[in-house]
């Protein structure tokens, strides 16, 4: 897949390219939490007791001067997540809107500017490629700075091993044994899949980016529809891990299992999709009764609508 960008020649320049690589990082979180209905999260129709559809949009609009800043940056992963985390709530008092979103959003809008600062026109391995170098090659203080993150987010997370983030004392082992913030991805691919969208190489990012293009040429030109669609294809091949810590794996294989039955109505049985609307409608009721939200799933449809957005797609 390509990626060209809808600059025109005469605006193509550092303010320009910053600027169109933030909106296409906004808009990707706009769209993700209105479409609907989404299975379990927040939408344009359901909102939860503290957290709104109004939280998640302050969160993408106010996090506007740092996502520019991490297009105009090489290094500083980990200050760029915490300042992404301190505008978020300073705009909202719904909590964690986009934590998971950062983590992936950051390194991509790096490296759209680092490869754009060169060229228009890019392959989306390219893209990938560099943004994976980006992670790879972070270093303690992005560490610490990822961890102080966490105390401004108040996310639940599974505690790192020897690295809990509720003792204090863990930024001096991060410290004292070097580790960066890829080892701290590393230790934590294989019970949180957006870590391991960093171990791997965005892998689950690509596709989901590659869906929604397919979708929108293809198929449905909707993009309500296709966000719905590529969301339940994402958390059908994958079990949330949002929910394995909030509930357990059990609970995230059902959802998933859940999914794949819609899916494959829609692929296998060639279903059209606004038919199967109600039972998308019944699994988002569901889950919202039973307080069951892929909020990990999000994260990674928000990073391929992303990818998408800076590749051309317009609806």
Same mark, same amino acid.
């Given at each position: 897949?390509?990626?060209?960008?809808?600059?025109?020649?005469?605006?193509?320049?550092?303010?320009?390219?910053?600027?169109?690589?933030?909106?296409?990082?906004q808009?990707?979180?706009?769209?993700?939490?209105?479409?609907?209905?989404?299975?379990g999260?927040?939408?344009?129709?359901?909102?939860?007791?503290?957290?709104?559809?109004e939280h998640?949009?302050?969160?993408?609009?106010?996090?506007?001067?740092?996502?520019?800043?991490?297009?105009?940056?090489?290094?500083?992963?980990?200050?760029?997540?915490?300042?992404?985390?301190?505008?978020?709530?300073?705009?909202?008092?719904?909590?964690?809107?986009?934590?998971?979103?950062?983590?992936?959003?950051?390194?991509?809008?790096?490296?759209?500017?680092?490869?754009?600062?060169?060229?228009s026109?890019?392959?989306?391995?390219?893209?990938?490629?560099?943004?994976?170098?980006?992670?790879?090659?972070?270093?303690?203080?992005?560490?610490?700075?990822?961890?102080?993150s966490?105390?401004?987010?108040?996310?639940?997370?599974n505690?790192?091993?020897?690295?809990?983030?509720?003792?204090?004392?863990?930024?001096?082992?991060?410290?004292?044994q070097?580790?960066?913030?890829?080892?701290l991805?590393?230790?934590?691919?294989?019970?949180?899949?957006?870590?391991?969208?960093?171990?791997?190489g965005?892998?689950?990012?690509?596709?989901?980016?590659?869906?929604i293009?397919?979708?929108?040429?293809?198929?449905?030109?909707?993009?309500?529809?296709?966000?719905?669609y590529a +969301?339940?294809k994402? %958390?059908?091949?994958n !079990?949330?891990t949002f929910?394995? &810590?909030?509930?357990? =794996?059990?609970?995230?294989? *059902?959802?998933?299992?859940?999914?794949?039955?819609?899916?494959?109505?829609?692929?296998?049985?060639?279903?059209?999709?606004?038919?199967?609307?109600?039972?998308?409608?019944? +699994?988002?009721?569901? %889950?919202?009764?039973? !307080?069951?939200?892929?909020?990990? &799933?999000?994260?990674? =449809?928000?990073?391929?609508? *992303?990818?998408?957005?800076?590749?051309?797609?317009r609806?």
């Amino acid at each position: 897949m390509n990626i060209k960008t809808y600059l025109p020649e005469d605006e193509y320049s550092g303010d320009k390219i910053a600027s169109y690589i933030t909106r296409c990082a906004q808009l990707s979180m706009v769209l993700e939490v209105s479409a609907f209905p989404k299975p379990g999260n927040v939408d344009r129709d359901h909102n939860y007791i503290d957290t709104y559809y109004e939280h998640f949009m302050a969160s993408a609009i106010g996090v506007y001067p740092v996502i520019e800043d991490a297009s105009k940056s090489s290094h500083g992963i980990g200050k760029l997540i915490k300042r992404s985390v301190s505008e978020s709530v300073n705009w909202q008092k719904g909590g964690n809107t986009h934590f998971g979103a950062f983590i992936l959003l950051i390194p991509l809008t790096m490296a759209a500017g680092k490869i754009m600062a060169h060229k228009s026109q890019f392959s989306l391995n390219e893209l990938i490629n560099c943004a994976h170098d980006l992670v790879k090659n972070t270093d303690v203080l992005d560490a610490v700075d990822f961890y102080e993150s966490f105390r401004l987010a108040g996310v639940r997370v599974n505690n790192v091993d020897d690295f809990d983030l509720q003792d204090e004392n863990s930024i001096d082992s991060l410290y004292e044994q070097n580790i960066t913030l890829y080892d701290l991805m590393e230790i934590a691919k294989n019970y949180d899949i957006v870590a391991n969208e960093w171990s791997e190489g965005f892998n689950r990012c690509s596709q989901c980016a590659e869906i929604i293009i397919e979708k929108m040429k293809n198929n449905y030109n909707n993009i309500n529809n296709t966000i719905v669609y590529a +969301f339940l294809k994402i %958390l059908s091949e994958n !079990k949330d891990t949002f929910i394995e &810590t909030k509930f357990d =794996t059990e609970t995230a294989v *059902y959802v998933s299992t859940k999914a794949s039955e819609i899916i494959s109505a829609l692929e296998e049985q060639n279903t059209d999709f606004e038919s199967m609307i109600p039972d998308i409608q019944k +699994f988002d009721r569901e %889950l919202l009764d039973k !307080k069951i939200n892929p909020g990990s &799933t999000a994260d990674i =449809t928000i990073a391929g609508l *992303y990818i998408a957005l800076l590749g051309g797609i317009r609806f």
